[in-house]
């Protein structure tokens, strides 16, 4: 068998192990997981020769893996809040949110002076402010 079909199989197996565990229902996911374990196992002992076979199960791995990918919940990865505003005394993370921080708006242009100064250190440092 080529380098890479085996590649594409153990990328294929380790992304479908991986959604399986994803699954709410934990009878569903250990179904689903005994269910790859063996159906990869039991067609480990295909010959290379039989590349169009081979071909047709990683078919349907593919098309196995797409249907995971639509079915796993995506709470997973937003339980993981990472951006937002925090509150820091003293060095440490207080727990809780801090309010954010409003801009102060002028009536000419609606630039706050902040955006302004950093956008003419910008030019500045790119040249284009100072050019005679």
Excluded: C
């Amino acid at each position: 068998m080529e380098v890479s079909k085996k590649r594409v199989i153990l990328s294929l197996y380790r992304e479908l192990i991986y959604y399986s565990k994803l699954i709410s229902n934990k009878e569903e996911k250990l179904s689903k997981l005994n269910l790859i374990k063996t159906t990869f196992k039991k067609n480990k002992s295909i010959p290379e020769t039989e590349s169009e076979k081979i071909d047709k199960l990683i078919e349907d791995g593919q098309k196995k893996l797409s249907f995971l990918k639509i079915m796993t919940p995506r709470e997973y990865a937003k339980s993981y809040k990472t951006s937002g505003v925090y509150k820091f005394e003293d060095g440490k993370w207080v727990e809780g949110s801090e309010e954010k921080k409003s801009k102060r708006q002028y009536l000419d242009h609606g630039i706050d002076i902040m955006d302004l100064r950093r956008h003419n250190h910008l030019t500045r440092r790119m040249q284009f402010l100072d050019r005679r």
